[in-house]
């Protein structure tokens, strides 16, 4: 291998609307101004069986010359809207690239990551029998791929999100604090 040629690890946030993973964004932030490493955002959604049709007139239907474009724009969106979240903004120091991706998220993210890369993922909490396991697409990714995976679980919901202003310089954001 040529020097410079090496391909940087990096850390793969799975971005979705859920909360849990703005709380995983947040500890991923954290962690890359720790490492110094770079992250990549992703959001994969998932086309529609049917493919796209519009209607042109009764009886007449036309293809949509971009049919993808409306749930990039989106996926881009929510990105911009968990960054906003889950860290205010993104620090200065920390290399951030988005991606959107069409598929099924769990085998789509197994794909995106190898290596010395690792993943970072939030977990949902579904009653109290289902929080000790992670949620199904946390699941299925810590089997297929074959680099390290971080499940961040959503906190408890008497928790509040409360930013810590003299953690900020460390990626911290949010802490638990009892609701009264």
């Known amino acids: 291998m040529q020097a410079g040629t090496a391909?940087?690890?990096?850390?793969?946030?799975?971005?979705?609307?859920?909360r849990a993973s703005w709380w995983a964004l947040a500890w991923a932030v954290g962690e890359a101004r720790r490492r110094g490493a770079?992250?990549?955002?992703?959001?994969?959604?998932?086309?529609p069986?049917?493919?796209?049709?519009?209607?042109?007139?009764?009886?007449v239907f036309a293809r949509s010359p971009d049919p993808d474009a409306g749930r990039v724009a989106h996926a881009n969106a929510l990105i911009r809207t968990a960054i906003a979240e889950a860290v205010g903004s993104m620090p200065g120091d920390v290399s951030a690239e988005q991606q959107v991706i069409s598929g099924?998220?769990?085998?789509?993210?197994?794909?995106?990551?190898?290596?010395?890369?690792?993943?970072?993922?939030?977990?949902?909490?579904?009653?109290?029998?289902?929080?000790?396991v992670p949620g199904s697409v946390a699941r299925s990714v810590a089997r297929r791929t074959r680099c390290?995976?971080?499940?961040?679980?959503?906190?408890?919901?008497?928790?509040?999100?409360?930013?810590?202003t003299?953690?900020?310089?460390h990626g911290h954001w949010?802490?638990?604090?009892?609701l009264s």
């Open 148 to 164: 390290p995976v971080v499940i961040v679980p959503e906190p408890s919901p008497r928790a509040l999100p409360v930013p810590w």
């Open 49 to 59: 069986a049917a493919g796209y049709a519009m209607t042109a007139g009764p009886g």
């Open 104 to 132: 099924r998220p769990a085998v789509e993210l197994a794909r995106l990551v190898y290596g010395d890369d690792l993943l970072v993922l939030g977990s949902r909490h579904r009653g109290w029998l289902r929080r000790l």
């Open 166 to 169: 003299d953690q900020r310089a």
């Open 38 to 47: 770079r992250l990549l955002l992703v959001n994969v959604y998932r086309p």
């Open 174 to 178: 949010f802490r638990a604090a009892p």
């Open 7 to 18: 391909r940087v690890p990096c850390l793969v946030v799975g971005v979705s609307r859920s």
